[in-house]
């Protein structure tokens, strides 16, 4: 079968590189991809929000399933797109319709549908412009640190965790008054500060059935010792050491099978992956965010372990029979250490020649921020690479993936050293 697959990220590389290697593919097309996804298929220049442009390709291109990597798609709703025209039904959608997407291009409603459905996770209150007051009141009532997030979708960057009343209300004030994250902040969740260790479960469903896969935690610091400025990740490993089968029982019963029972009971429609964002709290979870795709750089550690094929995993989904689709995961650990732009993720340039990267033998290197020109490989983004050990345990992929890294040359390359060795 003939597949698209939407985005240019580190994700959607390691999507080509899972999805190709399907007996099931006839062929594989990524939209717009990069540099590095041109080794699995075909790069078609397309934006991810051009919903006529990507549905007259799959049509003159016979695509069956298309796998929606990154969230705005989703959430300006391209499943629904397909759905309300006759000649694009028969293309599966692996994502969420947008009422489904809601579940993470708003928070608001992604706490709301927690609390209705009793799926653990912190204590909120949402304001907005005609209740500021009483929002600034409310702070007063709360225990420090104090969370606060833009309900909408803000690049990663709508959340913050301040440390004194005084600059909470500031803050407040400057995401609802002032736009500090423009319609994103028009509501403001006050969440209840959760203290423990984050981690990420995945979960694929047909909207009936689904398969929980590997968890992952990622490491969203730009320094050394997770010091410094967010970013949208420096490196991931899978699986988490401290997620014993214990605990990731408590996650299914008490949140993945609360989350797709929940959906099925508002009427929300939802093919695709949940990406849960967790809270290790004393070894209970609790539920920090929906995200409603696969994340980045935990894709690139998740989908190395998945022995199964995963195009036949997607068309379980497509035929709402995932559960009679076999699934299996290796024992082995993957790790990946994202290599960024010199000044990321502030200013960076653009443009560098990237070399050495045919030495590296024993790690997958993903290609995120990059484009081909002519014979080079140039630099296009913040984070560039992410490269990707899978070995017998934790310290030997950490080693392996930390040292090819290195073996990867352009000017003003960084990435950090010490990802994965807080967990050993």
Known sequence: MNILIIGSGGRESAFAYKISQSPKLSKLYIAPGNAGTEQYGENVALKVTDFEGIADFALKNNVEIIVVGPEEPLVKGIHDFFLSREDLKGIAVI????????????KDFSKEFMIRHDIPTAAFKSFNKSNLEEGLAYLDTQNLPIVLKADGLAQGK??????????????LKAMISDSKFGAASDVVVVEEF???????????????????????????RIGEGDTGLNTGGMGSVSPVPFADQAFLDKVESRII???????KKDGIPYKGFIFIGLMNVGGDPYVIEYNVRMGDPETESVLVRIESDLVDLLEGVAKVDLDKRSYTVTDKTAATVVIVSGGYPGNYETGK??????????????HAGTKQDGINVLTAGGRVLAVTALEDDLFSALQQATADAGRIFFEGKYFRTDIGFDLI
């Open 194 to 220: 959760l203290k423990g260790i984050e981690l990420s479960v995945f979960v694929l469903t047909d909207g009936e059935n689904y398969k929980v896969l590997p968890s992952a935690k990622d490491y969203k």
């Open 353 to 366: 020649v990237i070399s050495n990267m045919e030495n590296v033998k024993e790690s997958i290197v993903f």
């Open 95 to 106: 994502g969420p319709q947008q009422e489904g997407a809601q579940l993470e291009g708003s």
């Open 257 to 263: 099978k609360p989350t797709v029972d929940g959906l």
């Open 158 to 171: 709508g959340v913050l965790i301040l440390e004194s009343y005084d600059e909470a209300k500031a803050e």
